[in-house]
């Protein structure tokens, strides 16, 4: 029934953000596709992707935007905030610069998005631990001290990455119970 396949219950708007080269792309890649770019180039302005997925018996349209990190592209990427339900602002764990842009970009979402927007703080990367600059305590506690969601997730390996939107979800229907 083609009927039922494309009829969902809601449609969530999510925004991706955060610096430049993080992994928003590929975190949009694998939860839409299950795929992983080792070289994706740059998203240039905004780009986007969906999936539907069921909670609580409910199907849900997750409609995400990705944006381009770019101080550049910051205006366009402003626009896109408006009539989203979830922010995803995503830092890298190898690169302690991505996670001190964090005030930045908490900073526009408060602005430019509606007031009960969840946000969700994302450490990409986790498979690099090797590499790592930022502490999972630290990430926490920066997320608890803002009110955010927190997961640790890999775009490559997948880590998390569905985790990521299904709990966001979870949360946005509570708020509309
Ligand atoms: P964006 O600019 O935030 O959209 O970042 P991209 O998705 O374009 O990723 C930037 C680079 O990091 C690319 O070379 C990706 O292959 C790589 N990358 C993204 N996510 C991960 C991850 O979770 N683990 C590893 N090892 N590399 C990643
Ligand atoms: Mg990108």
Avoid at 35 to 46: E, K, Q
Avoid at 83 to 98: E, F, H, K, N, P
Avoid at 148 to 174: C, G, H, P, R, Y
């Amino acid at each position: 029934n083609d009927r039922k396949s494309t009829s969902y219950e809601h449609l969530f708007k999510y925004i991706m953000v955060g610096d430049s080269a993080v992994g928003k792309s590929n975190l949009l890649l694998q939860f839409v596709d299950k795929r992983f770019a080792p070289n994706s180039d740059f998203t240039i302005g905004v780009e986007f992707g969906s999936r539907s997925i069921n909670i609580n018996d409910k199907q849900i349209k997750l409609q995400i935007w990705d944006t381009a990190g770019q101080e550049k592209f910051r205006s366009i990427t402003r626009a896109y905030y408006r009539g989203a339900v979830c922010a995803m602002i995503v830092y890298d764990i190898t690169r302690r610069d991505s996670f001190e842009s964090l005030n930045s970009w908490l900073t526009d979402c408060r602005k430019f998005s509606s007031c009960d927007v969840t946000t969700v703080l994302i450490g990409n990367k986790a498979d690099l631990e090797a590499n790592r600059q930022v502490s999972t305590s630290e990430a926490k506690e920066f997320a608890e001290k803002n009110g955010l969601m927190f997961f640790e997730t890999s775009a490559k390996t997948a880590l998390n990455v569905d985790e990521a939107f299904e709990k966001s979800t979870e949360q946005i229907l509570k708020k509309l119970e």
